[in-house]
C-alpha cells in the first residue's frame, strides 16, 4: 500500500537563511507589567539589546502597587525606545497587552510579560525567517523555562532549520492534541495578521495566548525555528500557569476552542469537524485524569468531577477507551486499583508516552 502524502497539507523542513543586511525591520514588544518592579529592568534590556532589528518597548503598568511604574518611566527617560502606559485602574492581563497592542508600529509584534526575557538575537532570527516567508503569521522556537531569581546565563543560539505548517495543518494538530504547545514570550507575530485577526479575548482569564495562536494559524501560515532557545520562561507561583490546577485548566482550554470555532473558526470549511476533534481529545484527557486519581495510593481528588466534564464536552466519551479503563478501576475501588499490575503497566505506559512527548516538543515544538 503506498503512503499519500499531501504537499498541499505537509510541514516543510527548510535550511535558514539570515536576514538581509538592507533590511531594518521594526518589532514592537509590549511588555504587561503588574507588580513585577525586580523583574522588569532585564525584561526590557533583553529586548533593546536585540541585535539586526529595530526594537521599541511599550511598557503597559497595570496599575502595580509596587515601584514598577516608577522604574518604567526611568527606562523611559533612559531610552527613547521605550514607552509606558499607566493604567488608572486594573485591567488584567489581556486588557494590558490589547492597550500595548494598539499603540505597536512594528511590521512585528512580541508579547513579553516582565518577569520574562528574550534571548540574544531571538527576535533577529524569527525575523529573517518571517521576511523569507511572508505567508507565516506566527513564528515560535522552544522557550527556557527556570525558576531560580535569575534567568539561565547562556542559551543555544545555533539555528538547525526551520519548519513551515501550513495554518490549517498546524491548527488541525492542535485539535487532535488538545493543549498549548507555545508557552508565550517565544513568539514573533506579523503585526498585519494581527490586525485582520484581532488582539486577545478579554473573556479569557489563562488561555487567551493559546486561542490567539489558534486563530492566527487559521489566517495564515506557523512555522518554528529548530535549535536554539528563543525566551527565558520564568516558572512561579504568581504566573498564571503556576497557579492553575489541571480541572482549571481543562476548562480554560475548552473555553478556547469554543472561542475559536464561535468566531473566526466558524468561516473555515472544517470548522466543526476540528471543534469536535478537540472536544474528543480534552475529554479523553479528562478520563485519563479520572484514571489516574484511582492510580495513586492515596486518593485527594475525586474522578467525578473529571468524569463530568468529559461528558459535558463531547457527549460521546462513554465510547472513548478511557472509558472503558475508568469503569475496570471502578469495579475494583479506589484502595485496590493502585496494585492492580494491569494498571501499573498501563500507568507507566503513559508515562513513557507522555516523556515521548514531550522529548518531541522540544526538538521540532509540536
Given at each position: ?22 533590511l ?19 525584561c ?6 536585540q ?21 518604567a ?54 525575523v ?5 516567508e ?42 487532535r492534541?488538545?493543549w ?5 514570550p517565544?513568539?514573533?507575530?506579523r ?11 478579554e473573556?479569557?482569564?489563562y ?46 482550554r475548552r473555553r478556547?476552542f ?14 466543526e ?8 481529545s480534552?475529554a ?9 486519581t ?10 467525578e ?8 464536552v ?9 472509558w472503558?479503563r ?12 493502585p496494585?492492580?499490575?494491569?494498571f ?17 516538543w ?5
Amino acid at each position: 500500500m503506498s503512503l499519500h502524502i499531501d504537499l498541499r497539507t505537509a510541514p516543510r523542513k527548510l535550511h535558514p537563511v539570515g536576514l538581509p543586511a538592507e533590511l531594518h525591520p521594526r518589532v514592537s514588544v509590549v511588555v504587561p507589567c503588574y507588580n513585577y518592579e525586580r523583574y522588569l529592568r532585564p525584561c526590557v534590556s533583553s529586548a533593546l539589546s536585540q541585535p539586526g532589528v529595530e526594537v521599541d518597548v511599550i511598557i503597559v503598568d497595570d496599575k502595580s502597587t509596587d515601584g514598577s511604574l516608577d522604574l518604567a518611566r526611568d527606562l523611559a527617560r533612559d531610552d527613547s525606545r521605550v514607552q509606558v502606559i499607566a493604567h488608572r485602574s486594573n485591567k488584567g492581563p489581556v486588557g494590558t497587552f490589547n492597550d500595548g497592542l494598539a499603540q505597536a508600529k512594528g511590521e512585528y509584534l512580541v508579547r513579553l510579560d516582565a518577569d520574562d526575557l528574550l534571548t540574544p538575537g531571538a527576535l533577529g532570527r524569527a525575523v529573517a525567517l518571517m521576511a523569507a516567508e511572508p505567508q507565516v503569521g506566527l513564528v515560535y522556537g522552544h522557550p527556557v523555562h527556570f525558576t531560580s531569581q535569575d534567568a539561565p546565563s547562556t542559551a543555544k543560539v545555533q539555528v538547525a532549520s526551520w519548519t513551515i505548517w501550513p495554518g490549517h495543518t498546524w491548527l488541525e494538530r492542535r485539535c487532535r492534541l488538545g493543549w498549548n504547545c507555545i508557552t508565550s514570550p517565544e513568539v514573533v507575530m506579523r503585526a498585519s495578521v494581527v490586525d485582520q485577526v484581532g488582539g486577545q479575548r478579554e473573556h479569557l482569564a489563562y488561555a487567551h495566548d493559546m486561542e490567539m495562536w489558534l486563530r492566527i494559524s487559521a489566517a495564515s501560515d506557523v512555522a518554528h525555528i529548530e535549535g536554539p532557545d528563543q525566551a527565558f520562561h520564568r516558572d512561579h507561583d504568581r504566573s498564571l500557569t503556576g497557579s492553575n490546577s489541571k480541572m482549571t485548566d481543562l476548562i480554560e482550554r475548552r473555553r478556547v476552542f469554543d472561542t475559536l470555532f464561535d468566531g473566526l473558526g466558524a468561516s473555515l470549511p472544517d470548522g466543526e469537524r476540528l471543534h469536535t476533534m478537540a472536544c474528543r481529545s480534552l475529554a479523553a484527557e479528562a478520563l485519563d485524569e479520572a484514571c489516574r486519581t484511582y492510580d495513586r495510593a492515596h486518593v485527594h481528588d475525586s474522578p467525578e468531577p473529571y468524569v463530568n466534564f468529559a461528558l459535558a464536552v463531547f457527549p460521546g466519551a462513554a465510547s472513548l477507551h478511557g472509558w472503558r479503563r475508568l469503569e475496570a478501576r471502578r469495579r475494583v475501588g479506589p484502595g485496590v486499583a493502585p496494585f492492580v499490575p494491569h494498571f501499573f503497566t498501563l500507568a507507566a505506559s503513559r508515562g513513557i508516552r507522555s516523556r515521548i512527548q514531550y522529548r518531541r516538543w522540544q526538538r521540532h515544538g509540536v
